[in-house]
């Protein structure tokens, strides 16, 4: 069976996080990516953290697991040269994926509507903080400025400590998985209808109606509690220090009795502060105190593999070690070396789903500009001498 | 133009958050959904929400499953039937994807493995997503939303500095898993178009997710050094924080990027001179020296309104941003003036502002088209329009428990 995005070529006008994500999991798909990046590269390229900490822009961890898979095209969309030959290239995309801010494209020179004009097939999807228009259109916008526009911010942490982002570029990633999905969508309807359009994705948008139930709640009931809780919903759903790291709980009421014969005390399915959920809530705090009590004994690993057999709700907060060695994500192949030549071996994870033996390919991020000439000569179809005016950074 | 999933009809076995968050979505964007729940195992969230038990059909008023599972038909079908799974197998002959969330080894025992329903449709695009896959030594473990970040790796990286791992506010993993759901479905369709196969997909919801901190999973393979919860603040860039606004728990993010948004943002609070400052001027020194940053802000942000800060620093060119409550996202003028609530009206649950579809598709735009079914209200759509069975049929059905026009209400009392 051949990759389910075979066949597709991808333009990604993407700095950062969220646009390459999405460009990532085209390209792990099958499509053929091409990753258009300034002079310099992507500004990913200058973050770390970098392999043995010095700062090179082919050793960035973020860059090289950002755009696995992808070729890379150095062009000055600044430069008439350089805008026109990335027309031309969008000429022969299917899908264009971009996150700059809306006014910051259009001075660029970039419209959905000028690439229409060429190549009405094309999906141009662009995924940026609050979306084409609206009054926070051009807002200057970041990962924790998402966090925070998103509502996610305010929910995290503890009442005490303020509210606080999760690790990472999570608002970012949530960006790239939503372009991607309506990406895909509207790929589908291209094919479908011979037509394109232009996908508009709002990080912020996305990120709002998925508190839970905070919304469905609020807008229905008008409640809304407002508090962060930090690690526990409740004593039965958090996460414990143990003896070597951290174990999580999750107990939802039918999980009560295996749970309590998994921690090794089956005599709370008879005490009258813990037998039932109302119970427990009531005694919250004594449940608290106990728990605590039973963490400290336990080791990660054994408490896991434990409960597991006895199907109890613990886990462990899994850190990148954890993940490495991990006997259950080593043996379904999630974990993948891949050689760079600047930056050596790494372990990459992915797929991010499974479509079938063969679906996912994972090949290393490309040196900057490593495919330029061949991409305007193959795909562009400019000359060694059109290409030598671009003047542009290409290396020689 | 027709919506993008437009003639696609999903049968969707799948109960709480990711799984209907998921197929919900496919129902925005034009898919025939059939939601199928059993009259003695039905879905937890129409019990969720303080509904008082005395009012009727109470089990159709719940919120958190009225916003989960518009865009859907209501099929009630007992599955651990012989006769309710051969039933199944004809509603999956007639439609396009099966999508389900049970343990690993339920829908094997139910008789409903891939290669039963792909016997009896070999076009079926067949969904499944447990918490771990269905291989591997774990597949079998529990995992339930707050497990499923912790297993990802990200509650290791989150935390305030020097502090505890910590949770995020919701079950991450369930609406990531959820968008997922969408674009591997419209991936195996693409597929589809082009083969004619159906085929099987897997999410596994801590890998899912597991791909959200990858760049950390990589660092650590190359470098082998553990890197500690940093709070709010980030490895390179500075300021980078989130500051004590006027007014009860109210909050504003600044994050500069560069060294002229820092200008930008000391021209804004008054203290111009800090951007010429040799401590804060270039983005290493000003990164180094972050934490004497942190008051002076705050001087400024606790004296202002968290939209007033926002609007100031914005205007100058810092990027800024409150930290918006749920109030507070409902009443945005933005997400309002971009349309993202609209009004639904359920016939059992009265009006009210339900998200609209998150993306826009200006050609083929998505749409909340019904609201969330009741319990069984469209048995004789599919009973009797896909699948040609008489009244009298339905009847003995009904006798016979397969289905049902209640659910067993004993279940989550």
């Not at chain 2, 504003?252 to 820092?262: L, S, V």
């Not at chain 2, 309002?336 to 502002?353: I, M, V, Y």
């Amino acid at each position: 069976m051949p990759q389910p995005l075979a066949g597709l070529r991808v333009l990604e006008l993407g700095t950062f996080v969220s646009a390459p994500y999405c460009g990532k999991l085209f390209a792990g798909y099958g499509a053929e990516v091409l990753k258009v990046e300034p002079p310099g590269g992507d500004p990913s390229r200058a973050h770390g953290p970098f392999k043995d900490g010095v700062p090179n822009p082919e050793t960035s961890a973020l860059f090289l697991y950002l755009n696995t898979g992808k070729k890379s095209v150095e062009l000055d969309l600044r430069t008439p040269a350089g805008l026109d030959a990335f027309i031309r290239l969008a000429a022969t995309a299917d899908v264009v994926v971009e996150n700059f801010r809306p006014a910051d494209l259009r001075a660029l020179g970039v419209t959905y509507a000028s690439l229409r004009a060429a190549n009405p097939h094309l999906t141009f999807v662009s995924i940026t903080a609050f979306g084409q228009d609206g009054p926070y259109a051009n807002y200057l916008a970041n990962n924790l400025v998402c966090f925070a526009m998103g509502g996610q911010l305010f929910i995290t942490g503890t009442q005490e400590g303020g509210p606080l982002k999760n690790g990472g570029y999570q608002a970012d990633y949530q960006g790239g998985l939503n372009g991607f999905a309506a990406a895909t969508l509207a790929v589908l309807a291209a094919e479908r209808d011979g037509e394109g359009q232009h996908v508009d994705v709002s990080v912020q948008q996305c990120m709002a109606p998925i508190l839970e139930a905070g919304i469905p709640y609020y807008s229905y009931m008008g409640r809304w509690g407002g508090l962060r809780r930090g690690n526990h919903m409740a004593s039965y759903i958090g996460i414990y220090p143990c003896a070597d790291g951290h174990v999580g709980v999750h107990v939802m009421p039918r999980n009560w009795k295996p749970f309590t014969e998994a921690i090794g005390h089956p005599e709370w399915q008879q005490d009258p502060r813990f037998a039932t959920a109302q119970a427990r809530n009531i005694h919250n705090d004594d449940l608290f105190a106990e728990l605590y009590t039973w963490a400290a004994t336990e080791t990660k690993r054994e408490a896991y593999d434990r409960a597991g057999r006895m199907r109890a709700p613990i886990s462990f907060v899994h850190t990148m070690a954890d993940l490495l060695e991990s006997p259950h994500l080593n043996e379904r192949g999630y974990l993948t070396a891949i050689e760079h030549p600047v930056a050596g071996d790494a372990v990459y994870p992915g797929p991010p789903w499974w479509m079938g033996a063969d679906s996912w390919t994972q090949g290393r991020a490309p040196l900057l500009g490593e495919h330029t000439d061949a991409v305007l000569r193959e795909v562009a179809g400019m000359s060694a001498a059109e290409i030598a005016r671009l003047n542009s950074g290409v290396p020689a | 133009m027709s919506a993008p999933l437009s003639g696609v009809r999903v049968v969707d076995l799948t109960m709480v958050w990711a799984g209907p968050f998921g197929t919900r979505l496919l129902g925005d964007y034009g898919a025939e959904v059939i939601k199928v729940e059993s009259p003695r195992a039905w879905d937890l969230l129409r019990a969720l929400g303080m509904i008082p038990r005395d009012v009727p059909r109470w089990y159709n008023q719940s919120a958190y499953f009225n916003h989960n599972n518009r865009s859907k038909y209501g099929l009630a079908l007992d599955l651990g039937s012989g006769q309710g799974r051969d039933i199944l197998l004809r509603l999956c002959a007639v439609s396009d994807v099966i999508v389900e969330n049970f343990r690993t080894d339920v829908m094997d025992n139910l008789g409903l493995s891939y290669e039963a329903v792909r016997a009896a449709n070999p076009r079926i695009i067949y969904v499944s997503m447990p918490g771990h896959g269905k291989t591997g030594p774990e597949r079998d473990y529990v995992a339930y939303g707050s497990n499923v970040e912790q297993l990802a790796g990200l509650v290791s990286l989150s935390g305030y500095e020097g502090g505890e791992p910590m949770k995020t506010g919701f079950s991450y993993g369930d609406p990531m898993a959820g968008t997922a759901l969408v674009a591997a479905v419209a991936m195996a369709l693409r597929q589809r178009n082009r083969t004619g196969e159906g085929s099987q997909v897997e999410i596994a919801q801590r890998e899912n997710l597991g791909m959200f901190v990858g760049e950390y999973l990589v660092d650590y393979s190359m470098n082998r050094e553990p890197r500690a919860p940093i709070g709010n603040r980030h490895p390179h860039l500075a300021p980078h924080n989130v500051y004590a606004c006027a007014g009860d728990d109210r909050w504003i993010a600044i994050a500069c990027e560069t060294d002229a948004q820092f200008a930008a943002l000391c021209g804004a609070i008054g203290q111009p001179d800090l951007a010429s400052d040799a401590r804060y001027a270039a983005l290493p020194a000003r990164k180094q020296n972050e934490r004497d940053l942190d008051p002076l802000i705050e001087a400024w942000t606790s004296v202002r309104g968290h939209h007033e800060a926002m609007q100031l620093l914005q205007r100058a060119g810092v990027p800024a941003g409150a930290a918006l409550t749920i109030p507070e996202l409902m009443a945005d003028p933005h997400l309002r003036e971009r349309g993202a609530w609209t009004a639904q009206t359920h016939p059992d649950a009265g009006t009210w502002e339900l998200e609209a579809p998150p993306w826009r598709l200006p050609r083929t735009p998505g749409l909340a088209r019904l609201p969330a079914p009741g319990f069984a209200e469209h048995n004789e759509y599919v009973f009797g329009t896909l699948l040609g069975m008489t009244p009298a049929e339905i009847a003995t059905l009904e006798s016979a428990g397969i289905t049902a026009s209640e659910p067993d209400q004993s279940l989550h009392a």
